[in-house]
């Protein structure tokens, strides 16, 4: 098993729909979890932090936790076309690991007008 | 605009020759990761420093590449001898202390022939 799995993907959502990006993590003392949006040819940049159980919300995009299931996700409203990329999870390793981040695979989001 | 910078941005080099790569971290930034991303794999950490003292290299091959810190303000990765299946986009990236918000650069090109 990954350490962090993202729904494969692609998902196609239409103009002005919810799209919505999952994720699930193994270690279970990961306490920090992190969404980054890599648009093709770009580097990842970092869209949306969360530490605690709930929502988290900042303009269109809400990131939720649930540590009890080990489940994050990422719902974007109203999407655009200017949000198709690929989006990465990204959770910290357990222990003294200082920082380190463990990414997921990633998920393609496609807007289509 | 503070920002993690690379160079050189695109590497095209033949089989067997060395390839260093430089980084410099967002100023103030304590810890340094160095990625390597493919199709195939997706976002690898190769090295990650903090306070130019290496932490973790584990997912570094150890025979061919290299990553120090020379000062706060440059990180290195070297890679000798070079491989065609080193042939991948290298990511900087940098943090500051307890927070695992990492920033990255726009990254190295790599192909080797």
């Known amino acids: 098993q990954k350490e962090v799995e993202q729904n494969s993907g692609p998902l196609s959502v239409p103009e002005g729909a919810i799209a919505s990006l999952n994720c699930t993590y193994s270690?279970?003392?990961?306490?920090?979890f992190f969404w980054y949006r890599q648009y093709s040819g770009k580097s990842p940049e970092l869209i949306m932090f969360i530490y605690s159980n709930g929502d988290k919300e900042d303009g269109r995009f809400t990131a939720q936790l649930n540590k009890a299931s080990q489940y994050v996700s990422l719902l974007i409203r109203d999407s655009q076309p200017s949000d198709s990329a690929t989006y990465l999870c990204a959770v910290n390793a357990g222990g003294t690991s200082y920082g380190k981040l463990t990414f997921g695979q990633g998920t393609i989001l496609t807007v289509h007008p | 605009d503070a920002r993690v910078t690379q160079t050189p941005r695109h590497k095209v080099t033949e089989m067997g020759q060395e390839v260093t790569m430089r980084c410099q971290p967002i100023?103030?930034?304590?810890?340094v990761f160095w990625y390597r991303q493919t199709m195939m794999q997706g976002l690898e950490l190769l090295a990650y420093?903090?306070?130019?003292?290496?932490?973790?290299d584990s997912g570094m091959p150890k025979d061919r590449f290299s990553a120090e810190m020379p000062d706060a303000t440059l990180a290195t990765l070297k890679i000798q001898p070079s491989e065609p299946r080193d042939s991948a986009v290298y990511f900087c990236a940098s943090g500051f202390g307890q927070s695992y918000e990492q920033y990255f650069g726009p990254g190295t090109r790599l192909t080797v022939t």
């Open positions: 420093f903090r306070n130019r003292a290496p932490l973790d």
């Open positions: 100023l103030g930034h304590n810890t």
């Open positions: 270690d279970r003392g990961s306490q920090s």
